[in-house]
């Protein structure tokens, strides 16, 4: 079992920056590839990030890269997503997931195991 809590979330004015924080407890993180995902109002869930075990490959949607950073401090069992320029399209409720299946990057939604419970991020225009 992995509990995952999502943190940072807020109101933010376009062109600023936030950085969302998700705390792991339960198996060992330093074995799975963690993601973020977010879903806006009306649409399906759609993948924004992903960095494996070792933090030595990340992946990002083409609608973030260059404007958001994955990254994971293991000794803490945390992953981050550091958001800057951000855009009213990135209006969305965020959630940490992991997937405790393999140690490869992933981005399909349907094979995450775990998520926590989502964190909301609101970008006024």
């Known amino acids: 079992q992995v509990q995952l809590v999502e943190s940072g979330g807020g109101l933010v004015q376009a062109g600023g920056s936030l950085r969302l924080s998700c705390a792991a407890s339960?198996?060992?993180?330093?074995?799975?590839?963690m993601g973020w995902f977010r879903q806006a109002p009306g649409k399906q869930r759609e993948f924004v990030a992903a960095?494996?075990?070792?933090?030595?490959?990340?992946g990002y949607a083409d609608s973030v890269k260059g404007r958001f950073t994955i990254s994971r401090d293991n000794a803490k069992n945390t992953v981050y997503l550091q958001m800057s320029s951000l855009k009213p399209e990135d209006t969305a409720v965020y959630y940490c997931?992991?997937?405790?299946?393999?140690?490869?990057?992933?981005?399909?939604?349907?094979?995450?195991?775990?998520w926590g419970q989502g964190t909301q991020v609101t970008v006024s225009s």
């Open positions: 997931a992991a997937d405790t299946r393999r140690t490869v990057l992933e981005r399909r939604v349907g094979e995450y195991d775990y």
């Open positions: 960095i494996i075990w070792s933090g030595g490959s990340t």
């Open positions: 339960g198996r060992t993180f330093s074995s799975y590839t």
